[in-house]
């Protein structure tokens, strides 16, 4: 069963906006992880954030952790046209070598 | 670098007809993975291989088998092919556990 529940499903923002989507899970993890897909291509690693961080950035994007809530944001800010993308958290749990991932959040700028 | 690489981009099989999807690294990555991307599903781990001459199972296992050839090589075979597994297969590797993963650009097969 899927341990990642992103929200929302699809957001459609104007170019130069921020962009949030959330992530969230059933049970303890170790790492939540945050991918990029674009449509027909593979999946692209953005960001790992630990069970003990609270916040991580990455040049646009700022990835926070709430671990009493089992969840997650991604904010990326001042969007882009090639922002354009599925985005997906994956979560590992401590023991557990298999990354979980949710059913993603599809992104659509609108130039 | 060529990162992880998967053969064939794209294949058309008739029921029961088998099949072997092929993924290699170049990244001296000890864990190798096998999903299956379905839409609305997200992806969801068939095999993976956390070293060179191990196999494990991971969610939806059924109808298929692995090969862990040599640390650059996992391969992915489907016996007797079934409608229920038309999807794109995504081969994956990582330094293991706690890390990220590096995704091949998929396989899109389809059985009718």
């Known amino acids: 069963s899927q341990q990642g529940e992103e929200d929302p499903q699809a957001l459609s923002i104007q170019e130069g906006e921020n962009a949030t989507m959330n992530c969230s899970y059933k049970?303890?993890?170790?790492?939540l992880q945050w991918y990029r897909q674009n449509s027909g291509r593979g999946l692209v690693h953005l960001i790992l954030?630990?069970?003990?961080?609270r916040e991580k950035h990455s040049g646009r994007l700022r990835v926070t952790l709430d671990t009493s809530k089992k969840s997650s944001s991604l904010l990326i800010t001042a969007s882009r046209a090639a922002d354009t993308a599925s985005y997906f958290c994956?979560?590992?749990?401590?023991?557990?070598?298999?990354?979980?991932f949710g059913t993603g959040t599809r992104l659509t700028i609108i130039p | 670098n060529a990162g992880v690489t998967q053969t064939p981009k794209f294949q058309v099989l008739k029921t029961g007809q088998s099949m072997t999807l092929q993924c290699a690294q170049d990244?001296?990555?000890?864990?190798m993975y096998w999903y299956r991307q379905d839409p609305g599903m997200g992806l969801r781990l068939i095999y993976y291989?956390?070293?060179?001459?191990?196999?494990d199972k991971g969610e939806v296992p059924n109808g298929y088998n692995v090969s862990r050839l040599n640390k650059r090589e996992f391969s992915l075979r489907l016996e007797s092919a079934a409608p229920s597994q038309t999807s794109v297969y995504f081969c994956?590797?990582?330094?293991?556990?706690?890390?990220?993963?590096?995704f091949g650009p998929g396989t899109r097969l389809t059985v009718t």
């Open positions: 994956a590797s990582g330094q293991g556990y706690g890390y990220e993963q590096y």
């Open positions: 049970t303890s993890i170790n790492n």
């Open positions: 954030i630990r069970s003990n961080e």
């Open positions: 994956a979560t590992d749990h401590f023991g557990n070598e298999k990354l979980t």
């Open positions: 990244m001296n990555h000890n864990s």
């Open positions: 291989s956390a070293s060179e001459g191990t196999t």
